[in-house]
């Protein structure tokens, strides 16, 4: 019997055991981690994960909350099935993956999300405040940004949304590697990690 690819009840699966598609996203396995942290999961959490790319954020809140559910909405079709055989690869099989565009898919998921993480789409502010819309209260909303654009228009996006308790992290990573005859330590791109609230003022 082969034993599982991961077979721990922490977070923090290494890049290189999920399936890859050329040019495709994944979110780095650190950033995953703090990503995952600040969605602060609950036993029974609906997550919208938006933008799902390779699926790591899936299949690492699947195992991890095995109660859950989360709906991985992914624009394409080729990547959308990527999603699916990483849930496969890993045995998640909480995971709905949906091919679809938000904002414009989201009013036809099922159900309203406890949680929702965004990694991609234009215009950024758009999708931010729909997902808003469908958020239950109490919900959190997790965001990434790769540049400073992105990072002021979210941050602009949740002050006007009126989410509380705001953070925003900067990842600050580097990792260990042999380049010819030494090791030096690369880094991993920053990412800037925004998470607010939906509570009643
Ligand atoms: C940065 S990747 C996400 C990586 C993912 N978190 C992971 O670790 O596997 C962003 C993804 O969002 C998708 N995307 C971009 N705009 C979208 C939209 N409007 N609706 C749905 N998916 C979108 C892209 O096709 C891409 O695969």
């Not at 999920?18 to 969605?39: H, Q, Y």
Request: negative net charge; aromatic residues 4%; hydrophobic residues 40%.
């Amino acid at each position: 019997m082969s034993s599982p690819l991961w077979n721990y009840t922490t977070p923090g699966i290494p890049d290189d055991l999920f399936e890859r598609l050329p040019g495709i996203p994944l979110s780095k396995r650190e950033v995953r981690l703090l990503i995952i942290s600040a969605l602060r999961l609950e036993s029974h959490s609906l997550l919208w994960d938006i933008g799902a790319g390779t699926g790591t954020i899936a299949v690492e809140t699947g195992l991890l909350s095995p109660h859950g559910k989360i709906v991985a909405v992914e624009r394409d079709e080729e990547v959308a099935n990527l999603i699916q055989r990483n849930c496969d690869r890993f045995g998640v099989e909480n995971v709905d993956v949906i091919e679809g565009s938000a904002p414009e898919c989201l009013q036809d998921l099922p159900g309203k999300p406890h949680r929702a993480c965004i990694e991609g789409g234009r215009p950024i502010k758009d999708i931010l405040k729909a997902v808003w819309h469908y958020l239950e209260p109490q919900g959190r909303i997790v965001a990434t940004a790769s540049n400073l654009e992105s990072l002021y228009t979210l941050s602009e996006g949740l002050a006007e949304l009126q989410a509380r308790n705001i953070e925003v992290v900067q990842s600050s990573i580097n990792r260990l590697e042999t380049r010819g005859t030494h090791q030096i330590f690369a880094a991993v791109n920053p990412m800037f990690i925004l998470s607010g609230e939906k509570l009643d003022s």
